[in-house]
């Protein structure tokens, strides 16, 4: 029977040992998210693991080679539970097949915001400063009180660029 197995990565390499199980004849996926940082006083929009050290591969355990798996670049080990690898839940998977889409990226959806909730910015020049919505504005677009330089500072984002802080 076919199913989804969970693949733990050396650090930073889910996307070397991606390669080198797919050149294998693994069938890999590495579910990814969009992410925004600075960089050398430039702000970037690229793509990050959804799981930094872990990605997917499917195998029918019966039948296929997985111990191999194991002794790939860029890859820690299978998870497992006792001998034998531990398969994900179907239902697991099927959801998180809906979050990342056909292009496999998962792009966050826009939270039910209200006046006075935290939140922190995700993406533009402002990514990962704190703020505190003030108004809801039109066109998805929301008013925040930005914390900056020991100040706050009022500035209007696309309901995107803000997620609800932990």
């Known amino acids: 029977m076919i199913r989804w197995y969970v693949v733990h990565t050396r650090p930073h390499q889910e996307q070397r040992a991606q390669v080198n199980l797919a050149r294998q004849g693994?069938?890999?996926w590495l579910?990814?998210?969009?992410?925004?940082?600075r960089r050398a006083k430039r702000f970037e929009t690229g793509h990050a693991p959804l799981f930094p050290g872990y990605?997917?591969?499917?195998?029918?355990?019966?039948?296929?080679?997985?111990?191999a798996i194991n002794g790939t670049?860029?890859?820690?080990?299978?998870?497992?539970?006792?001998?034998?690898?531990?398969?994900?839940?179907?239902?697991?998977?099927?959801?998180?097949?809906?979050v990342t889409g056909a292009d496999?990226?998962?792009?966050?959806?826009?939270a039910d915001l209200?006046?006075?909730?935290?939140v922190t910015i995700a993406a533009g020049p402002f990514v990962e400063c704190a703020a505190v919505v003030l108004r809801l504005a039109p066109r998805e677009r929301v008013e925040v009180l930005l914390d900056?330089?020991?100040g706050r500072v009022p500035a209007r984002l696309p309901k995107r660029a803000v997620i609800a802080a932990a």
């Open 104 to 110: 496999g990226v998962s792009t966050p959806e826009p």
């Open 73 to 98: 670049f860029g890859v820690k080990r299978l998870i497992a539970d006792g001998p034998r690898p531990q398969a994900l839940p179907e239902e697991f998977v099927t959801a998180l097949r809906e």
């Open 55 to 67: 990605l997917f591969v499917e195998l029918d355990i019966g039948r296929e080679p997985w111990r």
């Open 31 to 37: 579910p990814m998210m969009q992410r925004s940082r």
């Open 114 to 118: 209200k006046p006075g909730d935290a």
């Open 26 to 28: 693994y069938r890999v």
């Open 148 to 150: 900056v330089l020991g």
